[in-house]
């Protein structure tokens, strides 16, 4: 078979960014120990990842779904919702923040980069 080319996968995920997110977390798995969909015929993970891709070997959308829960930092758990939902309904109302004009808030942000007036850092 001859070399992946981006040209051959481009056609089944036309976006590059995403092709390089999806090849690269199946060569993850592939190193991790999944099950390969081709044979490997002396290639390296990302090219099987590659090869996987473009012979339409994969669910795509489930590789997806696999990398965004993967890189979740926090996955909430139901009671944990249901527990927050009910503590914000008895926790006071915050008041709203006053509106601040362009020249207020081009003050703070100048104040904030340059420091305390007195000198100290």
């Keep these: 078979m001859a070399r992946v ?9 036309p976006n590059r960014f995403r092709l390089v997110l999806l090849s690269a977390h199946r060569a993850r798995n592939i190193a991790a120990g999944s099950q ?6 002396n290639d390296k993970n990302p090219v099987v990842a590659l ?5 339409e070997k994969l669910d ?17 758990a139901d ?5 927050a939902r009910h503590d914000a309904a008895d926790a006071p109302r915050a008041l709203p923040a006053p509106e601040m004009d ?3 808030m081009l003050r703070a942000l100048q104040s904030d980069r340059d420091g305390p007036a007195d000198g100290r850092l």
């Design 5 to 13: 080319t981006v040209e051959d996968c481009i056609e089944k995920i």
């Design 60 to 76: 795509l959308d489930a590789l997806a779904e696999s990398l965004v829960a993967g890189l979740e930092r926090v996955i909430p």
């Design 79 to 83: 009671d944990d919702e249901d527990e």
């Design 36 to 41: 390969l969909q081709i044979d490997r015929d």
């Design 51 to 55: 090869r996987e891709v473009a012979d």
């Design 102 to 104: 362009e020249a207020a």
